[in-house]
Nanobody
Framework: QVQLVESGGGLVQAGGSLRLSCVASGRTFSSYAMGWFRQAPGKEREFVASISRTGAVTDYTDSVKGRFTISRANAKKTVYLQMNSLKPEDTAVYYC?????????????????WGQGTQVTVSS
């Protein structure tokens, strides 16, 4: 059984930083792409970032480009999301997910296992 456990969320002031972590178990972590998504209250879940199996290819939604960085440590079965220059509009529950293939995707249907989420709140 695949399990994903996110951590690192919290309350931060605008302009601050947080680093989210997601530890995976139950699957060969290095064989699959990983992604981060978020869902704000009253909104649909949206793509944030993805990373390929080896980490060589990354992708970001336009609103976080230049501020967020996705990375992975396959030996630790962990994917990270470094979030800098946070804005109130980044407030959401953040979820990590395992992809169905080696290349990341912005489509949630291309991911098959999801974590429970971690809350990120950015105050103005």
């Amino acid at each position: 059984q695949v399990q994903l456990v996110e951590s690192g969320g919290g309350l931060v002031q605008a302009g601050g930083s947080l680093r989210l972590s997601c530890v995976a178990s139950g699957r060969t972590f290095s064989s699959y792409a990983m992604g981060w998504f978020r869902q704000a209250p009253g909104k649909e879940r949206e793509f944030v970032a993805s990373i390929s199996r080896t980490g060589a290819v990354t992708d970001y939604t336009d609103s976080v480009k230049g501020r967020f960085t996705i990375s992975r440590a396959n030996a630790k079965k962990t994917v990270y999301l470094q979030m800098n220059s946070l804005k109130p509009e980044d407030t959401a529950v953040y979820y990590c997910a395992t992809g169905r293939s080696v290349i990341g995707s912005s489509r949630s249907d291309d991911y098959d296992y999801w974590g429970q989420g971690t809350q990120v709140t950015v105050s103005s």
